[in-house]
């Protein structure tokens, strides 16, 4: 059995991935960043897999929110949570109140 190995050394959001074959040996490394913008899990320093950068933030994106940045601009994951608990609040906030 393989196991999967995530280690979050020094820098919030920075991280390796790696995969343990049965036998203790390496099977697969690789650094990995959180996504700033949704939070997917983004595989750095690697040739075939294209990633992006967010200025406003400094930090990596995915590729997909990287393609979005750039008509959409900077939507951070913590503004997307900021905003919900707002709207939710807000909703809470206009129901009558009981008895
Ligand atoms: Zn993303
Ligand atoms: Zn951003």
Redesign the pocket.
């Given at each position: 059995m393989s196991i999967l190995v995530i280690t979050h050394p020094t820098k919030p959001g920075d991280g390796e991935l790696t995969i343990l074959k049965s036998e203790g040996q390496v099977g697969f490394e690789s650094a990995v960043q959180t996504c700033?913008?949704c939070q997917a899990v983004v595989e750095i320093h690697r040739k075939d897999k294209p990633y992006g950068y967010?200025r406003?933030?400094d930090?990596v994106?995915c590729e997909s929110c990287a393609r979005l940045?750039v008509t959409q601009g900077?939507?951070?994951f913590k503004a997307l949570i900021d905003r919900y608990i707002e709207e939710q609040y807000r909703a809470v906030q206009s129901y009558p109140l009981a008895g």
């Open positions: 700033s913008h967010c406003k933030c930090h994106l940045a900077c939507t951070p």
